[in-house]
């Protein structure tokens, strides 16, 4: 355990308030060393806390939380924020079954007022908390962070542009850890920061104001815009000031002598909101994460001293890294194939094709509603595009999917990453709607890969359908280590494959759940039961003939989907009972994820908590059959 003698003295934040700008300094250093070793042991996202440590600190000096209402942006930068507020003992049960979320959360802490995992919103949320602030006429202050590019979304302007109409207080911190909005940080920048946000400068400004009302319109109206254009020309502001904030900055945000002085001044100011542009490192402090590209914004375990993470070997390829791949062998042979990622070309695979093909490349930033409709007018004029976004970020642009896709009936391929449960990241991340909220769509081709060389197919598939939107689904992590063609076949729209024959239940599994419910057939042959399992490939259009035929030939049918209720499973029994297949008394079970949002485990944990596993595929088949229950589970 590192050494923390001033660190152990704080319980909470009303700890750190009699601090002077020294220990507030040491406290910082104690924090970072803390969060390093705490997510050594844990993994998570890393650089981001890193960099805003001493912000963090700050912030909770200068502020009464949690009277005083404190909102992070994405929060994958809280760490360091919860190691502050009384849940340090826990801190090395981050992103653990039964421990602390990796995201800020309200049933965790009264210091998470607001729960946030998605990019952009601490804006709108913390708009909210103001105006009932103001309803109660409660006093108290409001605080958002927003920043780690959350700022490309269009959503952040969306509040601001309100922001100015509606409350007076509000402090929005830009954390600008690597988006270039403003010139280097310097002493002058710092010196400005502090003269602007002062005391001195609001009296003379507010003295000003009261001068030039009475002055005629057009000379009051000169005098706003010559105090607002030449304090935005020196320190970059004028933008926010068009939009009703009073900009501060920009200063180094890991200096604890501007920081707490320019807090303590922003935090004064009630008459409207303002905005403090901090520019901090992601990273600061750790020279491992420093020196990586990615700043260690995501790692697993890693060893301290040399930075050098514990990472598993597979002998099968990332499914990312799938799509990646199989989307270049296309583009070489297709130059109208483009690729799009919103700001997660990594975790997409858009980042190798971009390599590739950087001229065919985009990344929009965190801005989800943009790409789908960018996608949309790059497919309308002749091109083939790709939007590679993970399934719970597809959400946010879900009016778009509908509205400039599908109703237009516009050829956008969907790659969707992060499809069904993704372990440690939990509910925020884990892409559990998207085949009910795509498979509603008229005209839209929705698949599910069960291994990498299904997703190959199904990447050559999408090619094919060039008069309506497709999207194909496939998980996070490895794939299963199976064959992939050097250039795959396309699949035939809307059929499936028998896998393995039976005679008495048929297992049909839509994506990555086919191997599980092989075992599953293997379990139960070993119980004297013949199961079927098919691949449906498809969960829109389905192979109607296929399941009709396993409706036929079997006395019970189950399907098997890593998805929410209303899914694969419903348009499978809506597609029967249309048929009247269910009239001979077919038993018929749907197996999907439950019908809440499972928190954070190891993925084989959260399978059995589902009942997505071989076990519970079994034993549901014995179940329908007739075989009771628990023998079936005991023995299956």
């Given amino acids: 355990m590192p050494d923390t003698p001033l660190l152990d003295t704080v319980a909470f934040p009303a700890d750190t308030r009699g601090f002077s700008v020294a220990q507030l300094r040491q406290l910082a250093d104690e924090v970072r060393t803390e969060t390093i070793d705490a997510v050594s042991v844990t993994g998570g996202h890393l650089g981001a806390g890193l960099g805003v440590v001493e912000l963090t600190v700050a912030l909770h000096h200068v502020f009464e939380t949690p009277k005083d209402i404190l909102i992070w942006d994405v929060g994958h930068q809280c760490y360091p924020h ?23 959360k309200r049933a965790e802490s009264d210091y998470d007022p607001f729960g946030a995992a998605h990019a952009s919103t601490s804006i709108s949320a913390a708009l909210g908390f103001a105006a009932a602030r103001d ?46 909005i403003a010139p280097p940080v310097g002493g002058m920048s710092a010196y400005l920061a502090k003269l602007v946000s002062g005391g001195a400068y609001q009296n003379m400004r507010r003295f000003g104001k009261k001068m030039a009302e009475h ?78 590209a990615d700043k260690y914004h995501g790692v697993v375990k890693f060893d301290v001293v040399s930075g050098k993470q514990s990472k598993s070997i597979s002998n099968a390829p990332s499914y990312t890294k799938v799509f990646g791949t199989e989307l270049i062998k296309r583009a070489e042979r297709d130059p109208s194939i483009v690729a799009i990622t919103a700001a997660m070309p990594g975790g997409t695979g858009v980042d190798l094709f971009g390599q590739a093909f950087p001229d065919r490349t985009f990344d929009v930033g965190i801005a989800e509603q943009h790409a789908v409709t960018f996608a949309a007018g790059l497919a309308a004029d002749g091109m083939k595009p790709f939007a590679a976004i993970y399934s719970t970020f597809l959400q946010r642009g879900y009016d778009q999917v509908v509205h400039d896709v599908a109703i237009q009936s516009l050829p956008v391929r969907f790659a969707l990453d992060r499809a069904g449960l993704v372990g440690a990241d939990g509910p925020t991340h884990a892409g559990s709607f998207d085949i009910g909220y795509l498979g509603a769509l008229p005209g839209m081709v929705l698949m599910a890969a069960s291994d990498e060389a299904e997703l190959a197919g199904m990447i050559a598939t999408s090619l094919e359908i060039d008069d309506r939107p497709s999207a194909f689904r496939y998980p996070r992590g490895d794939g299963v280590g199976v064959e992939i063609p050097e250039l795959a076949a396309p699949f035939e729209i809307g059929k499936g494959r028998i896998v393995r024959e039976g005679t008495t239940v048929a297992i049909l599994s839509l994506g990555t759940r086919l191997q599980e419910s092989l075992k599953a057939a293997e379990a139960l042959a070993a119980r ?109």
């Fill in 215 to 292: 002055l005629p319109r057009p000379f009051r109206d000169a005098a706003r815009k010559a105090e607002e254009y030449t304090r935005g020309m020196v320190t970059g502001g004028t933008f926010f000031e068009e939009l009703g904030f009073y900009y501060v900055g920009p200063i180094d945000g890991h200096d604890m002598d501007v920081l707490v002085p320019v807090l303590k001044n922003a935090a004064a100011i009630t008459d409207r909101p303002v905005l403090v542009h901090v520019v901090t490192q992601k990273g600061k402090g750790y020279a491992p994460a420093e020196n990586s």
């Fill in 135 to 180: 309803q109660k006429k409660s006093g108290n202050k409001v605080v958002a962070v927003i920043g780690d590019g959350s700022m490309s979304a269009g959503m952040a302007y969306e509040a601001m542009n309100n922001a100015a109409e509606t409350t007076g207080q509000l402090t929005v911190i830009l954390n600008d850890n690597d988006m270039s």
């Fill in 528 to 636: 004297g039961v013949s199961a079927t399992v098919a691949d449906a490939r498809f969960a829109k259009p389905l192979d109607e003939d296929m399941i009709l035929r396993l409706a036929r030939e079997h006395e019970a049918l189950i399907t098997v989907e890593e998805g929410a209720m209303g899914g694969f499973g419903g348009f499978v029994l809506q597609m029967l009972a249309e048929k009247g297949a269910l009239d001979a008394g077919l038993k018929v079970r749907t197996l999907h994820l439950p019908d809440v949002f499972q928190d954070q485990d190891k993925p084989e944990t959260m399978y059995a908590q589902a009942g997505l596993n071989a076990e519970h595929i079994a034993a549901t088949a014995l179940t329908a059959l007739g075989v009771d229950a628990a023998s079936a589970k005991a023995r299956a």
């Fill in 82 to 104: 919860k190691i502050l507020t009384g849940r340090r003992d826990r801190i090395r049960t981050l992103r653990q079954g039964g421990g602390l979320s990796g995201f800020t």
